[in-house]
């Protein structure tokens, strides 16, 4: 599957898209966009043909945010969805069926991986995950029945960046569709299906939305059969984004670009910060790399390389629970993209139902602590993160992470 040519301008300014998002400009019509929040629309008769007719299907508000979304990527509206993982659901059923292999990175968000292994694979469905950043890695593990290929770059929560053009062109060749997880940097500052992919998608609760607010999802393309197919799948499974939450997001998407560049612009900072700190093993942040990658990574990304930052401490868990037990400013959630400075530790989190050994395989230490810049000044960040350092014994640990009851 590849992509269609795009049928918007070939130059859009994601700083007006963004903050026009939503307005309105008749006379005597507010300003701000309405929210359309009703299930169902009248016809006049039972031959009339309207644009919503049930908001399972589709909804005005929701449209107005899928409009915004599509016009960042010079792509089709978007398809919104309740979050991102029904978002992602959609795709695997869209594009998927018994017999069916995927090709999946192997560090990408733990909700993916646990649909694929511990629910895809009930259907039937066969996934390899790969080390998205070696290029021969995904060649050899293409197969005739390869429908689909999943990347997330930078990746979750390890950073590794995956050559998007280089796995375009191997996807196609093998007759499979491209879908990138796009939800660290946003269109702001990459572009997926510039690069050859032909699905970016997005956890819009993340940094899209930004204000913790409201939950939801999107997938974005150019393919106009794909999209209609997906929003098929919305229909029959009543996954779709609700009216309140899109114009929350849409209210967040005004601020996205000013936001995401300011977080990138401290997280680059508070990550030169950490590389010096004793008690801390290995820092990782795109801003921090050398060489080819750091060539990949001028090219890819648009201007600046995102506000999340992963960092190693020396002592494992014993270390992540002193760390996180004195942080003050920073807040200890299983999120990211928020204007709040937040701290992850996903091997008892986000990545909690992840195997062990794929962990372990990735990078995902019991002492990786995942932080997302917020708005905050980058001195109160720093000394916060300061104060906590100073509180751990620097001691190594061969106790494992234990999971969290409940993991998102």
């Known amino acids: 599957m590849t992509s269609s040519p795009s049928p918007r301008s070939a130059s859009v300014d994601p700083d007006l898209l963004c903050a026009r998002a939503g307005l309105n400009a008749g006379d005597g019509e507010p300003l701000v966009g309405a929210i359309v929040q009703s299930t169902t629309f009248c016809r006049s008769d039972v031959d009339s043909t309207c644009t919503h007719q049930y908001s399972r299907v589709s909804n005005p508000t929701v449209s107005t945010l899928e409009d915004a979304l599509g016009g960042l990527e010079r792509a089709l509206p978007a398809a919104c969805f309740a979050t991102g993982l029904a978002?992602?659901?959609?795709?695997?059923?869209?594009?998927?069926?018994?017999?069916?292999?995927?090709?999946?990175?192997?560090?990408?968000?733990?909700?993916?991986?646990?649909?694929?292994?511990?629910?895809?694979?009930?259907?039937?469905?066969?996934?390899?995950?790969?080390?998205?950043?070696?290029?021969?890695?995904?060649?050899?593990?293409?197969?005739?029945?390869?429908?689909?290929?999943?990347?997330?770059?930078?990746?979750?929560?390890?950073?590794?960046?995956?050559?998007?053009?280089?796995?375009?062109?191997?996807?196609?060749?093998?007759?499979?569709?491209?879908?990138?997880?796009?939800?660290?940097?946003?269109?702001?500052?990459?572009?997926?299906?510039?690069?050859?992919?032909?699905?970016?998608?997005?956890?819009?609760?993340?940094?899209i939305e930004g204000h913790s607010t409201s939950l939801g999802g999107a997938l974005v393309t150019r393919d106009d059969a794909l999209l209609q197919r997906l929003r098929f799948i919305r229909k029959c499974t009543g996954a779709i984004q609700s009216p309140l939450n899109a114009w929350l997001t849409v209210q967040g998407l005004r601020t996205l670009p000013l936001r995401i560049r300011h977080q990138s612009v401290t997280a680059t900072t508070v990550a030169a910060w950490l590389a010096d700190q004793p008690a801390v093993r290995a820092v990782h942040h795109p801003s921090r790399l050398t060489g080819a990658p750091r060539d990949l990574a001028e090219r890819q990304h648009l201007g600046a390389h995102g506000a999340v930052v992963t960092f190693d401490l020396r002592g494992g868990i014993d270390a992540a629970r002193t760390f996180t037990a004195h942080l003050t400013l920073c807040r200890v959630v299983e999120h990211v993209g928020a204007i709040d400075t937040l701290i992850t530790h996903p091997a008892t989190m986000t990545h909690a139902d992840v195997p062990i050994e794929q962990r372990r395989a990735v990078g995902i230490t019991d002492g990786l602590l995942r932080l997302s810049a917020g708005l905050e000044p980058v001195d109160a960040i720093i000394a916060d993160l300061d104060r906590a350092l100073r509180a751990i014994r620097a001691e190594p640990t061969t106790q494992e992470a234990r999971p969290c009851v409940a993991t998102t």
């Open 87 to 207: 978002a992602e659901t959609a795709l695997f059923l869209a594009l998927l069926k018994q017999g069916d292999h995927v090709v999946c990175g192997r560090s990408v968000y733990g909700g993916t991986t646990r649909l694929l292994r511990q629910v895809l694979c009930d259907f039937g469905v066969e996934t390899t995950f790969v080390d998205a950043t070696d290029i021969d890695d995904v060649a050899a593990t293409l197969r005739p029945n390869t429908r689909l290929v999943f990347v997330e770059t930078p990746a979750n929560p390890t950073l590794d960046l995956t050559d998007l053009r280089a796995v375009a062109d191997l996807t196609h060749a093998a007759g499979a569709c491209l879908a990138v997880d796009n939800t660290f940097l946003t269109p702001v500052l990459q572009q997926p299906l510039d690069l050859g992919a032909d699905v970016s998608i997005y956890s819009t609760t993340k940094f």
